[in-house]
């Protein structure tokens, strides 16, 4: 019984261990998203849309958000201008 139980057990743990690792990163990669959203946002109601400063605003405030550990993969960060200027939206 025992050959049995414990790989089962142990692999359900390594699942959850993934799983909480996942969503920790992926809270990470939100709240990074949202805070150079709101940068870049801020930068509309300032000057024109200039496309390749909002990206520089936004890049700023995911790097300083995210840190990067090893065996972690690059953040590409990418804004771009909603229609009409109303809003920036930050893809990463």
């Known amino acids: 019984v025992m050959a049995i139980t414990v790989p089962v057990v142990l692999g359900l743990i390594g699942v959850a261990v993934d799983y909480a690792s996942f969503s920790t ?16 946002a801020k930068e509309l109601t300032i000057s024109a849309p200039h496309p390749d400063r909002l990206a520089s ?9 995210v ?7 690059s953040v590409t960060v990418e804004a771009r201008v909603l229609p009409g200027a109303s809003g920036v939206r ?3």
């Open 25 to 40: 990163q992926q809270a990470v990669l939100q709240k990074a998203a949202d805070a150079a959203a709101l940068a870049a």
């Open 57 to 65: 605003i936004a890049e700023a405030v995911v790097r300083s958000h």
């Open 67 to 73: 840190s990067i550990g090893p065996g972690d993969g």
């Open 90 to 92: 930050i893809l990463l």
